[in-house]
């Protein structure tokens, strides 16, 4: 890996029955949602970790972005490396 390139890795089933893989609906299918009215907003905030991540989520350098996040919402869900240092 360098600046121009990264590697990246690739899951896939395999395997399976034609019957049972016509359930299987595509991780990017839209589905909308009715309108739900609750008092709290929940966010999640998914942090991707390794190298090449713009910020991280390894020894808490996502607190910032985190922090932003936690003022516009009741609610926040994450990884706790996302705000914990650790050595």
Do not use: W
């Not at 990264?6 to 899951?11: A, D, I």
């Not at 739900?36 to 350098?61: N, Q, Y």
């Not at 919402?73 to 240092?85: E, G, K, M, S, Y």
Request: proline content about 5%; some cysteine.
């Amino acid at each position: 890996m360098d600046d121009a390139q990264y590697q990246c890795e690739f899951g896939a089933l395999e395997g399976l029955e034609p019957v049972a893989a016509e359930g299987l609906d595509s991780i990017f299918r839209f589905v909308r949602r009715k309108i739900e009215r609750i008092d709290d907003f929940t966010a999640v905030f998914l942090v991707p970790t390794g190298i090449g991540s713009e910020i991280g989520g390894h020894a808490g350098d996502a607190t910032p972005a985190a922090r932003v996040l936690a003022a516009a919402c009741d609610r926040l869900i994450t990884h706790p490396n996302v705000v914990n240092a650790s050595d």
